[in-house]
């Protein structure tokens, strides 16, 4: 994998670390102590605080704000102009910062463009967040989000397409007819990946 390759519009903190293939666009900021994994690429305008980590093979799209206190494993897919919080209460006139509540964006999650994320909360592995949905509780692996206060309404794949509606019972094995990955269903609705025989 080639060197990391930095915009010149865009500021790197001395003590950030940008693994290799990381691709950093026009009037990106990324804080000293930051640490950005190998082949993420960071759209035009995103902003990195202090001691974020983002893991490899992410996606964070133009305009997104990664705060203190979030953590984006590998292969996490952020839309444009998507928002994290790390406060509750927020005020400009009191210092908060000792009150910073950590969100945790699993792997494969995706985020879709104008969603909100409040802080305090874990998207499990492969998650789907639906355009302006506001996140506002945890949500389970590979669960489909969507609306305001963000409700489930599907699972997704890993390989992105439904898996249909949130069964009323059980539901028993899913499977996805785009890739044949198949997956055993979870007591908090989500769903985990059965691993291939083959």
Not at 15 to 24: I, K, N, P, S, Y
Not at 62 to 81: Q, R
Not at 120 to 126: C, H, N
Request: proline share 6%; with cysteine.
């Amino acid at each position: 994998m080639s060197a990391a390759q930095v915009h010149p519009t865009a500021v790197v903190d001395d003590g950030a670390v940008l693994e290799d293939g990381v691709r950093v666009w026009h009037f990106v900021h990324v804080c000293a102590g930051a640490r950005i994994g190998a082949g993420s690429v960071l759209g035009q305008g995103v902003f990195v605080a202090p001691d974020v980590r983002i893991g490899a093979g992410c996606k964070l799209q133009n305009n997104v704000s990664v705060y203190a206190g979030v953590t984006l494993e590998d292969e996490v897919f952020v839309g444009p102009s998507a928002v994290f919080t790390n406060v509750t209460n927020p005020r400009a006139h009191v210092d908060r910062r000792h009150a910073f509540r950590p969100t945790l964006v699993k792997r494969r999650a995706t985020l879709g463009a104008n969603c909100t994320v409040v802080c305090g909360v874990t998207l499990g592995e492969g998650a789907f967040v639906a355009a302006g949905a506001v996140v506002t509780a945890d949500v389970p692996p590979r669960v489909l989000v969507q609306g305001s206060p963000a409700r489930p309404v599907g699972h997704r794949c890993d390989c992105g397409e439904g898996l249909g509606a949130i069964p009323t019972d059980d539901g028993g094995e899913r499977a996805c007819d785009a890739c044949g990955a198949r997956y055993a269903p979870r007591a908090d609705g989500g769903l985990d990946l059965i691993p291939s025989s083959a």
